[in-house]
């Protein structure tokens, strides 16, 4: 009898351990399953976070490029008109003024180097002609620019087989490096200027050095968002836009380094 008691004692034993095993096991898969369920919910929200973002980054730089598009066609329709007026009437009064005869020649010179800064301008800032001459040469055409001043040693680099990039990328890099050339011009006090840009296997690979001042990285994006300015937050945007790896390096008295690297496979679509 002892030995039956002590057999049912040790089953019920058992037939507790068991259930009790059990249940802690359903509660931790269902502890399991809240907890995935909360972390698919958190991803879902940084995904969506990330394209609410995206998408006021696009938006923002459509508005841009369609204002671009329009002091564009303004630049050409209207003030290059005016220009050319300006140009017939100076050469219209040329026989006229035999006493003033070098300052309307000086004159005529100037403005047809200003006609031809408008034409440069307006090429620069038409999207459509970005996207039909291509990154490098519209690059080509913004370091000719600079190299007009006479302020600049440009130095420009290209290597490897060129391939095609998104068209909707391209006017994007456009920008992002007349950003980073407007920086360097507007604070870097540089003389120097190198461009490089390198086409391999697997990416796109651009990056910009001048010989400037220098400065303070982590400084310069506090005070950008601190006063809203927009260049390194312009530059930052736009790369991550069209998801390229952005790296800023500089140290004050040092100059400036910036690349940018475009993933081969996030060129088409």
């Known amino acids: 009898m002892p030995t039956i008691l002590a057999e049912v004692i040790a089953l019920n034993l058992i037939l507790s351990t068991t259930l009790l095993l059990l249940f802690s096991l359903a509660i931790i898969y269902f502890l399991f399953l809240d907890q995935k369920k909360r972390f698919r919910h958190q991803r879902e929200v940084l995904e969506l976070r990330e394209a609410f973002t995206q998408a006021l980054l696009l938006s923002k730089l459509e508005i841009q490029e369609q204002t671009l598009d329009h002091i564009a066609k303004e630049l050409h329709s209207n ?21 003033l005869r070098e300052n309307v020649l000086e004159t005529k010179s100037l ?16 999207t459509g002609h970005i996207k039909h001459i291509g990154l490098v040469k519209a690059l080509e055409n913004e370091l000719a620019r600079l190299e007009k001043t ?99 390096e500089s140290q004050q008295g040092k100059g400036t380094t910036i690349q940018i690297n475009l993933p081969r496979q996030a060129t088409t679509k």
Do not use: C, W
């Open 150 to 248: 006479k302020k600049y040693k440009v130095v420009f680099n290209r290597s490897g087989e060129e391939f095609e990039l998104n068209p909707d990328d391209e006017p994007i890099l456009v920008r992002l490096s007349q950003e980073v050339l407007n920086n360097i011009i507007s604070y870097a006090a540089a003389t120097t200027i190198t461009v490089s840009i390198v086409y391999t296997d697997t990416a796109l690979h651009m990056e910009f050095t001048d010989d400037g001042i220098g400065f303070d990285v982590d400084e310069a994006y506090r005070r950008s968002a601190e006063k809203g300015s927009t260049g390194l937050l312009n530059i930052r945007d736009r790369a991550r836009l069209i998801k390229a790896d952005l790296q800023i």
């Open 79 to 99: 003030i290059s008109h005016l220009v050319s007026l300006i140009n017939i009437n100076l050469a219209g009064m040329l026989p006229q003024s035999e006493g």
């Open 111 to 126: 403005v047809k180097q200003l006609m031809s800064e408008l034409k440069a301008l307006n090429v620069s800032l038409n």
